[in-house]
């Protein structure tokens, strides 16, 4: 008889020990955390949005007496899709080095890889030149953290270019 083998996704565990570790001579420059006020409001304003658009198609599809029902049953709903991802959102961590972008679930981004860096509300959009694409989710204030990126990207580079020159 055949052996079912684990999948390995069911092995994730979110936090710190799902993280790549350093290489050497490689340093921390900033940790970017998930705010917890920015999560609440980002739940929120998907709530509004999700009870808008429904209202619009149950006032569409002429059934008005079913929209108070709608709005409650999507406030509801993402307040508990809030409440259950909770603590899988404020585990993940992204780590900015000298030399990559070090994120959850093995994630890593060099730092000369990186094509965009931009806000999208408050996140951080990363776009590599292969085209893959990481989002940074939950920050504060995404501004300070998209031009301390793209200085140590800036850093990295002028590195790069000196070490080329020496060799």
Do not use: C
Not at 60 to 67: D, K
Not at 124 to 138: E, F, P, Y
Request: glycine share 8%; proline share 5%; charged share 25%.
């Amino acid at each position: 008889m055949s052996e079912i083998e684990r999948d390995e996704v069911l092995n994730y565990r979110p936090g710190p020990d799902s993280e790549l570790p350093l290489d050497e001579g490689e340093h921390v420059v900033a940790t970017f955390l998930p705010d917890r006020k920015r999560y609440w409001t980002d739940h929120a304003i998907l709530a509004v949005l999700g009870a808008v658009l429904v209202s619009a198609a149950l006032f569409w599809l002429n059934r008005p007496a079913q929209v108070p029902i709608a709005g409650f049953a999507i406030v509801i709903g993402m307040a508990a899709r809030g409440l259950y991802f909770r603590s899988e959102a404020f585990a993940r961590r992204w780590q900015l080095t000298d030399r990559r972008l070090i994120g959850p679930q093995g994630r890593q981004v060099m730092l000369l890889e990186l094509a965009t860096v931009r806000a999208l509300m408050g996140d951080v959009q990363l776009v590599t030149k292969s085209g893959g694409k990481h989002l940074i989710r939950h920050l504060a204030d995404a501004g300070p953290v998209v031009a301390q990126i793209e200085r140590m990207k800036n850093q990295r580079a002028a590195q790069r270019a000196t070490e080329g020159d020496v060799e």
